[in-house]
């Protein structure tokens, strides 16, 4: 599996950092974990074609994780109207609302050929060759994160705080990403600090650590070395547009 960071930031966009999201790339076939605003224009600055990806997994309904999903839809619709019936869109549960409320104000371009919506419950879902599986995370009462397992394991926080259930859920992945959005002195309840981060990958076991939705006001030169301070594993601090 190949991870490309489409954003690695929060809904305060910067230069170089749009929302978190991720291009997931498997055997020719790739998907989309979430899908916030901007997004789209960063599959086309990877020139990625927009009918390609086949499927959307998304964490929760902020809209720095889900705006661009049905300006995506219009994107595919416009270059090939019946490429919606190819794509499935899961997410948590409150997904078949969430959609269903969109798309109630898109008329007729959407309703002749519309995704599969799949809300993840107790199923057992498969991405191509990887099971997915999801937890719920400390952040609103639907969000959740996702654990692919495969021949690499890998573990998307989403948004969250700092959680022992969620830790043991995210253990022993090859490759974690967690959410870093505040600084140690200004914790906002929901999310990590760095401190937490370094804390949540010593005790998940992390083969590896990479870091994302970042908010401007953490996004310090010394990052790094203050996860280091809790996890002496490796530590990628995203950038846009890089691969992990
Ligand atoms: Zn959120
Ligand atoms: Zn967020």
Redesign the pocket.
Known sequence: MEITVLGSGTILSMPGRKPASFLIAQKDQLAILDLGPGILHQLAVLNIDYLKPDTIFL??F?L??CSDVFPFLMSRYLLDNASNGRLKIYGPVGLNYWYSMNASLQGKWLSECQPEIVEIKDQQIYWIDYQVKTFPTE??KE?IAYRFEGERSVFFS??TGFNEKLIQFAEGVDLGILECSHPDEKPVA?HLTPKEVGRFAREAKFKSLAVCHVYPENDRPNLTEIIAKEYKGSINILNDLIDI
């Open positions: 964490t929760h902020h720095d994780h952040h609103t969000s989403g948004d929901g």
